[in-house]
């Protein structure tokens, strides 16, 4: 065998070699590929889920659950593909089809929650957090016209004023209950601040005012549970009638 025929099937092999792995890099590339884009369609899947199960339900509308709906059956249609054996998504899949059937008749049956402390408010603030996060990678990843997207951001900032709104409202009414005007004066009086700093206030005319109501009762109350009473002198009174005395003794002196 001559040198060059050495020659070449070396380089041959090693050019085999070579070709050999280019198409394990490629094949594994794919497969991690594959991977994140379930990874990426399990995730929005959840994330549809759990905004559709948790949202309060003086915050879900039909609008909002067969969006939600839509988004999470497209999404689950992408992922069928990569994972077809998944009988689980595929009974999904069909339940979803049936929902958004019925249009904005579809059952919403998520209960109201009151928003009654911090930890609530934060838990439906990350709630709206999340469902933004959504509609912004719907639009990117083709799911959702750009002009519907804005609707419902606009929709999105809207229900975040009014979690901002019963927050106020409740802890202001709870304080008044438990005897308190003065931590309602200040949840109203953040209430009141909170709304005359919205870039759109006129849309809240009617919850500022109710706001700005609550908070001249809560300081009507605080007025009048500081001042003093006949039972109770205050420092002021005492020294008014201390006055009055030396007053009264300067008198007898002159006289």
Not at 112 to 125: C, F, G, L, S, T
Not at 140 to 159: S, T, Y
Request: with cysteine; hydrophobic share 40%.
């Amino acid at each position: 065998m001559s040198a060059l025929v050495i020659t070449l099937l070396i380089v041959g092999g090693i050019a085999l070699l070579m070709v050999i792995a280019y198409i394990n890099h490629a094949v594994e590339n794919s497969k991690l590929e594959k991977a994140r884009q379930r990874a990426d369609l399990l995730d929005r899947i959840r994330r549809c889920q759990d905004i559709s199960e948790r949202m309060p339900g003086q915050l879900m509308t039909p609008q909002l659950k067969l969006l939600l709906s839509q988004l999470q059956l497209q999404v689950s249609e992408r992922l069928l593909p990569l994972d077809k054996q998944n009988a689980t998504l595929q009974s999904d899949i069909a339940t979803l089809k049936s929902e958004i059937a019925k249009g904005e008749f579809i059952a919403v049956q998520n209960p109201p929650q009151p928003i009654a402390n911090e930890a609530k408010a934060k838990d439906v603030r990350f709630l709206l957090e999340n469902l933004h996060a959504l509609i912004t990678g719907s639009v990117q990843g083709g799911l959702l016209p750009a002009n519907e997207g804005k609707h419902w951001l606009k929709q999105i900032r809207q229900m975040l004023v009014l979690v901002h709104i019963e927050f106020f409202n409740t802890l202001g009414q709870t304080a008044l209950q438990q005897n308190q005007p003065g931590q309602a004066r200040l949840a109203f009086e953040r209430g009141v601040q909170y709304l005359r700093k919205q870039p759109e206030p006129a849309a809240y005319q009617a919850q500022l005012k109710r706001l700005e109501e609550q908070l001249a009762r809560a300081n009507a109350m605080v007025l009048n549970k500081n001042a003093p009473t006949a039972e109770e002198p205050s420092q002021l009174t005492e020294g008014l009638k201390d006055l009055e005395d030396d007053g009264w003794k300067k008198k007898n002196i002159y006289d």
